[in-house]
């Protein structure tokens, strides 16, 4: 493949073109920015491939971790270069000439075609790299006499400018150079003269170097594989209160963590947690992991467990000190705690009981939050709910449940207008009408699974429409009339409510067509 | 010196209270020189003195109580309305009926402070509660099945370390075998007559076991407005044509 012509190719205006071409290739002629057509015409054993750009910006973003060995300071030239700022770096590698090629041998290790130059300006080392000579070393103060002789289109400007170059007559950058610089401004843009410039070394340029962040991620690597839950459990006691200093340094709290286990036979095991507020307290993280341990299966042994930081977010520690008395006997009052946080801030995190860690909301973790973390992370987000108001007078749709681990949502309740059951049921429940003398008032009796009970009406009708903006199965019968009835002890036998009971019926239908009763809630 | 130190920071912690909490912390601290620390638990206010001298002494924080009957959600809700603090509901999934939050709305408990569990294992459904007690939340658990002994002494343990209200509410038939054993108290709640929010409402309460006392039987009202308890007289129910000499 090293020694094949080979091309990346990507369809731009419906044709294939050549994205970027190896040594092979463009020694057999071919370049990029060929069409595919053209290319197979001038090569017909060209090797080819869809261009990815995604994987290329990865593996770009590989390369510039590699090139931190040599410089503290690279930038991305997208879509294919990477900029090192080498000033100060090359007595390090025994002079330019000697970095230079160990740049290019610790690239072309992994089987890439490099093509690289050391210049004054990126904009000149950026030209001859790519049109240069494959590895090129310009002198201080060179690069002027280097650049005059490489066509325009290096300049790093468009490509209608540097056909309009070439019409012209301008063949090189030699050939601008001795141009007045307004009527190159005038006829190209000002970017042209400005690209120029920055190659030349008369404008700045300033790069934008990538900073690499560590990732939040700690490991432990054993010399005998362990098995005991007990094992575990200190293991990761240790790489949490590892990643918690970390984390109080950045004052950053976790709010997804995932703690993996790789086994001797090289399985891995997962266990992920999420918290409701981030969260950087060792023994409140481990609570959490503690219910799902269990689940991790050591096999024969593990060798090496990770603990990483999925998901972070901002976390001040600030000093909540004056109450602790009070706080010892009794809870104090949740909005109270808060306001006091706000009002003192520290600038130091030494002695944990005196500091409270709030997020970016102003609000601190506390023990309540602990709690729902623990019951979120045993039992799923859709088991733990708080409940929210709807907009709806449909009463299946007036409330909403969402996993209380969305901790920022607190929802003002307002009671209905009308009485609502105090238990409702999932789906309605037929009633076989005994004595309907009045169509218009709810029957004398029902009876249900047998039992006969006789109602008192106690208040309706309530009419409640359909929402026709949406179609719901359960509704499609129509409005419902809703009413209030007592029913008095018949349905003690065996049934789940002994005494009298308050129940909200409803029936469907209008004047002519009426339709069954249904049981729908309890008023107790 | 250290009488007015503590005065001053009693102070402070009494402002930002709302009255009935500060009257909770000012009936505690009295209970607390009256009995000594030890025995001091958290009581509840129920609205009037009549209601106090009865159900505050019976439905105590950091203990267990069952409650049964018809009107069970509903004597917990309102029990639970009078109180402040986070409330951990364990519901069973799969239940015929669930909590209805407009409901509760209307009987005077916010469901902003409610953290609802839905679990279709009783066992998941304890540890829940149990995990609930630990934090002081107060806890109301949904049971069909009686709890064996060694799980409702730990649960009564939890409700203890948290200091939180514990309400077992039994659905089925109550009877003598309660579901669980260790309870201070067990009720059984019903509602008399058939008014309907925002009128007044009747619940007969018949305390069936109560370890603290004696058992009893009683009408209570409950005003939607003031939500607060009072306690009514055995013949508020007679027919209006009633003889007096009858009454008598």
């Known amino acids: 493949m090293r020694d094949a012509p080979f091309a990346f190719v990507a369809e731009t205006a419906n044709r294939l073109v050549l994205q970027a071409v190896n040594g092979p290739a463009r020694a057999a002629g071919v ?16 090797l080819t491939h869809p261009a990815e750009p995604r994987a290329h910006a990865r593996a770009l973003t590989a390369l ?26 090359a007595h390090l590698f025994g002079g330019e000439t000697a970095l230079l090629a160990r740049v290019t041998g610790r690239l072309e290790r992994f089987g890439l075609c490099v093509r690289a130059a050391l210049a004054d300006t990126p904009g000149a080392a950026h030209a001859l790299a790519r049109y240069g000579s494959g590895c090129t070393l310009v002198d201080v103060g060179a690069h002027r006499a280097a650049l005059a002789s490489l066509p325009v289109a290096a300049l790093r400007v468009s490509d209608e400018v540097a056909q309009s170059c070439r019409r012209l007559g301008l063949q090189t950058i030699g050939d601008l150079i001795p141009l007045q610089r307004s009527a190159l401004a005038a006829r190209f843009g000002l970017e042209t003269v400005n690209r120029l410039d920055q190659a030349l070394g008369h404008a700045a340029e300033p790069l934008r170097y990538i900073r690499f962040v560590p990732p939040l991620r700690e490991t432990l690597a054993f010399a005998e594989p362990i098995g005991r839950t007990d094992d575990v459990e200190r293991a990761l006691t240790h790489l949490l209160e590892r990643l918690c200093v970390r984390l109080e340094r950045e004052d950053k709290g976790l709010r997804l963590v995932s703690f993996t286990i790789e086994r001797v036979d090289s399985g891995l095991q997962t266990v992920t947690i999420t918290t409701s507020r981030p969260n950087r307290s060792p023994a ?9 341990l269990d689940g991790l299966d050591a096999g024969f042994g593990i060798e090496r467990v990770h603990l990483e930081a999925e998901r972070c977010e901002p976390l001040a520690a600030v000093q909540v000190k004056g109450l602790e008395r009070f706080q010892a006997k009794w809870k104090p ?27 970016k909301n102003g609000q601190a973790s506390t023990a309540d939050d602990d709690l729902i973390d623990r019951l979120v992370n045993r039992f799923g987000h859709d088991r733990v709910l708080r409940l929210a108001p709807a907009e709806s007078h449909l009463p299946e749709r007036a409330w909403v449940a969402f996993s209380a681990a969305v901790a920022s949502l607190h929802p003002a309740w307002s009671a209905p207008p009308t009485p609502r059951p105090l238990r409702l049921l999932a789906r309605p429940h037929p009633l076989k009408a005994e004595d309907n003398a009045d169509h218009r008032r709810p029957p004398a009796a029902i009876s249900w699974d047998g039992r006969v009970a006789r109602l008192t009406p106690l208040a309706g009708p309530e009419r409640i429409e359909p929402e026709w903006w949406r179609d719901d199965p359960a509704w499609r019968s129509g409005a419902r009339d809703y009413w209030w009835v007592r029913a008095d002890d018949g349905l ?23 339709g069954a009763w249904f049981l729908h809630g309890f008023g107790e | 010196m250290a009488t007015n130190t503590l005065g001053r920071e009693l102070k402070t912690w009494l402002r930002g209270m709302t009255a009935s909490q500060t009257m909770d912390a000012l009936r505690m601290s ?11 638990l958290r009581t509840l206010s129920f609205g009037s003195a009549q209601a106090d001298e009865i159900f505050g002494r019976t439905i105590l924080c950091g203990r267990t109580h069952e409650i049964g009957g018809s009107a069970a959600t509903l004597f917990a809700a309102l029990v639970l309305g009078r109180c402040e603090g986070p409330t951990l509901w364990c519901a069973r999934e799969g239940a015929p009926s669930a909590l209805y939050p407009p409901g509760l709305v209307q009987a005077g408990f916010d469901p902003g402070r409610l953290v609802l569990v839905r ?26 099945k009686p709890f064996d002994l060694s799980a409702a002494r730990r649960l009564q343990l939890a409700c203890e370390a948290g200091g939180g209200l514990c309400f077992v509410l039994a659905f089925g038939e109550l009877n003598a075998a309660a579901l669980l054993p260790s309870a201070t108290t067990r009720w059984q709640a019903a509602v008399a007559g058939g008014a309907l929010w925002p009128r007044a409402l009747r619940l007969k309460l018949h305390l069936l076991r109560n370890r603290t006392g004696l058992p009893g039987q009683w009408t209570v009202e409950w ?26």
């Open chain 1, 31 to 46: 370049a990029a920015g060929l069409s595919l057509a053209d290319a197979r015409a001038i090569c017909p054993q060209l």
């Open chain 1, 64 to 89: 510039a971790r590699v090139m931190e060995q040599f410089s503290p300071l690279i930038a991305y030239d997208a879509p294919d270069g990477l900029f090192a700022d080498m000033s100060g770096v």
């Open chain 1, 284 to 292: 409140a993280l481990f609570r959490l992991f503690r219910d799902r």
């Open chain 1, 333 to 359: 009052v949740r909005r109270r705690k808060r306001d006091q946080q706000k009002t003192t801030r520290a600038n130091s995190v030494s002695v944990e009981s005196e500091f409270a860690q709030v997020d």
């Open chain 1, 492 to 514: 003690r036998p065996s049934g789940p409510h002994p005494d009298g009971l308050r129940l909200w019926l409803f029936r469907v239908g209008a004047e002519d067509a009426w």
């Open chain 2, 30 to 40: 009295v209970r607390a020189i009256e009995v000594g620390e030890a025995e001091c």
């Open chain 2, 119 to 144: 679990l279709r294992a009783a066992d998941d459904l304890l540890h829940a509660a149990h995990a609930g007690l630990r934090a002081g939340w107060h806890v109301v658990l949904e049971r069909a």
């Open chain 2, 223 to 248: 005003d939607y407005g003031s939500r607060s308890f009072s306690m009514v007289s055995a013949s508020c129910d007679r027919p209006a044509d009633t003889p007096r000499a009858v009454l008598a």
